[in-house]
Structure formats: structure tokens, C-alpha cells
């Protein structure tokens, strides 16, 4: 069965400290990585995605995202976070029959 | 120049009712979606236009009915509004299936 799996619901960080938010999939079919970003009362703003090529993506913001294929995961990470990385992040799977499948979320908060 | 824009932002009615949400972009792409998610953040899904041709439709009650009069709009109509319709509804475009833009989402409760 395809699905998308955020083990973290929340992950408080303290500034400038370095944070990683997990992102695991299940597919038989091959897959599209995504990540996006939503900020309090807003939409959904794509931070960054993996199609082909390097498995190492960097996105908007400072972060980047690893495509593991053997692992079946694309974590997110960013070496230093700021107050306004508070948001809340989806990890999100474009499977083959062209659905886009999101996680269920990490609330990221940042500690002053 | 808001690309994706949803009207309205807020939106308060009582079970039984029949309500319209809009959604408009102006970036020229050919494939718009609705979105819903729940209070836990989940977010599913719902259905899926292109060229004004319904593409995804999925397990949605026959309560929900969208309608895109064309490329650029489309709307979603909910009927007989239940309290579990309570949620955040977002509007989606794209031109290819690797990005797709959202609104800001509607906020619908129903009391």
C-alpha cells in the first residue's frame, strides 16, 4: 500500500539550533518527493521537491531535503532555524497515479 | 496579483444549509484542485479539474459538487451542510503534477 508517514507531530527547537523533520513513504511504483510549508492561517507554499538527479535538493529558506531510496525517506533539515520557521510541515508523495498523498504534519516550533 | 485566491476566507452556517466557495488563479494553468483539511491538519484530497474536465474525484459525498465555468475558476458547492464538513478548504493549481500553488483556504463552520 502507498502512504506518507510523519513520525513527529511536534518538534520544538531552540533558535539558531539545527533541526531534522522525518519524513517516511511506502510505494511499490516510483515516487515524487515534496515538501511544503504553511505558515499560521495561510496556505500550503512548496519548499522544495525531488524529481530525478541528486538525491541531495536544496529549497527556498535555507532548507534541504535528502532522497533516500533504500531507506524509503526524505528528511527534511535546516542547519540553523529561525523564529519565522515556525510552521507547520508537510511531507507530501506524488505516487503514479499522479495523486499527491501529504503526511500528516510536523509543528515546527522555535524556542527563543 | 494574488495568484491563487479563495472567496471567502470565513465562513459560519448552520447544518442543513447550502453554501458556494470560489476559487479563482491567474497563473495560466490548466489543472485546479480542492483540498480539505481537518482539525488534526490532515489534508485529503477531494477533487481535481482539468481543462474544466473533472480528472480525480474521490470518495466525496454527492453533497459536494464543483464546477469550473472554466479554466481559471473553480468552484466548490456543498449541500445540506453537515457538522463534519467543518474544515479548512484549500483550492490548489498547477500546471504540471510537480507544483502545484494554493490559496489562502476557507475557513468553514458549521454550527
Known amino acids: 500500500a502507498q502512504s506518507v508517514t510523519q513520525l513527529d507531530s511536534q518538534v520544538p527547537v531552540f533558535e539558531e539550533a539545527p533541526v531534522e523533520l522525518r519524513c517516511n513513504y511506502s510505494s511499490s511504483v516510483s515516487v515524487y518527493l515534496f515538501w511544503y510549508v504553511q505558515y499560521p492561517n495561510q496556505g500550503l507554499q512548496l519548499l522544495l521537491k525531488y524529481l530525478s538527479g541528486s538525491t541531495l535538493v536544496k529549497g527556498i529558506n535555507g532548507f534541504e531535503a535528502e532522497f533516500n531510496k533504500s531507506q524509503t525517506s526524505f528528511h527534511l533539515r535546516k542547519p540553523s532555524v529561525h523564529i519565522s520557521d515556525t510552521a507547520e510541515y508537510f511531507c507530501a508523495v506524488l505516487f503514479g497515479n499522479e495523486k499527491l498523498t501529504f503526511g500528516t504534519g510536523t509543528r515546527l516550533t522555535i524556542i527563543p | 496579483d494574488t495568484a491563487v485566491s479563495q472567496t471567502p476566507k470565513y465562513l459560519v452556517t448552520q447544518m442543513g444549509n447550502d453554501k458556494s466557495i470560489k476559487c479563482e488563479q491567474n497563473l495560466g494553468h490548466d489543472t485546479m484542485y480542492w483540498y480539505k483539511q481537518d482539525s488534526k491538519k490532515f489534508l485529503k484530497i477531494m477533487f481535481s479539474y482539468n481543462n474544466k474536465e473533472l480528472i480525480i474525484n474521490e470518495t466525496v459525498p454527492n453533497r459536494f459538487s464543483p464546477k469550473s465555468p472554466d479554466k481559471a475558476h473553480l468552484n466548490l458547492h456543498i449541500n445540506s451542510l453537515e457538522l463534519g464538513d467543518s474544515a479548512v478548504y484549500f483550492c490548489?493549481?498547477?500546471?504540471?503534477?510537480?507544483?502545484?500553488?494554493f490559496g489562502p483556504g476557507t475557513r468553514l463552520t458549521v454550527t
Open positions: 490548489a493549481s498547477s500546471r504540471s503534477r510537480y507544483e502545484q500553488y
